[in-house]
């Protein structure tokens, strides 16, 4: 057990994380970005695009992909429900999560 007991310790940090994250929550929603038109457009398109999924097995890789996509498809949603277009630029607030994702994605 000895070569495991970092993984009780990760097990440790990870909830000690999720209990931070419950206590962000309550603290932080929605923030005011502003994209550029031609992001936005590529994230409405995701939005829009019929993506068959056939629930079959696929690799790590693929399923980072697809979840990248899905991250995506959702600031689509929020810019075409909530955006506000001033000239090529589109405001509109995103939640926390999916900021963070773009900016993980950028990493």
Known sequence: MGDREQYLRYQEDRTALAAIGTDLDRQV????????????????????????????????????????????ALI?????ERGTWEGEQVAVELDVVQVAAALRAAQ
Not at 32 to 61: F, K, M, Q, T, Y
């Open 29 to 72: 929603g929605r923030i005011s970005v502003r994209l550029p038109r031609s992001l936005a457009e590529l994230a409405i398109g995701a939005w829009n695009r019929e993506e068959p999924h056939d629930g079959g097995e696929e690799s790590r890789e693929e399923y980072e992909l697809r979840d990248a996509a899905a991250e995506l």
């Open 76 to 80: 689509g949603l929020a810019i075409s």
